[in-house]
């Protein structure tokens, strides 16, 4: 075999190493090192992704469900972010009005 042989290239940033597993097995890694020592560091603050999430999806999930009920809110269902209420003027009819609520999500 001995066709892989080690090259060091100190210009590159970013070196491939050999490392040994506690098995014995050995793995090829990427040292980014160097890499992470010549770039700028960006003190540009993340958001934290729990605020992002609280912030848009009450808003943006009942937009949604407004858009898709428009027809039927207000008639003969009811809705909220958490809640979605098919309501009937006769009882005969409130099976109907439920298939119907259901057809709109499909």
């Given amino acids: 075999m001995g ?14 190493v050999v490392v040994q597993k506690k098995n014995g097995k050995r793995r090829v890694c990427v040292d980014y090192t160097d890499l992470n020592k010549a770039c700028l560091k960006d003190l540009f603050p993340f958001p934290h992704i729990n605020s992002m999430v609280d912030a848009t999806s009450g808003a943006t999930h009942q937009r949604l469900i407004n858009r898709m009920f428009k027809d039927k809110s207000g008639d003969t269902m009811e809705v909220d972010i958490d809640n979605m209420v098919v309501k009937a003027k006769k009882v005969e009819d409130h099976l109907s009005d439920l298939e119907e609520a259901l057809n709109i999500l499909d």
């Fill in 3 to 16: 066709m892989i042989k080690e090259v060091k290239f100190p210009r590159w940033l970013a070196n491939v």
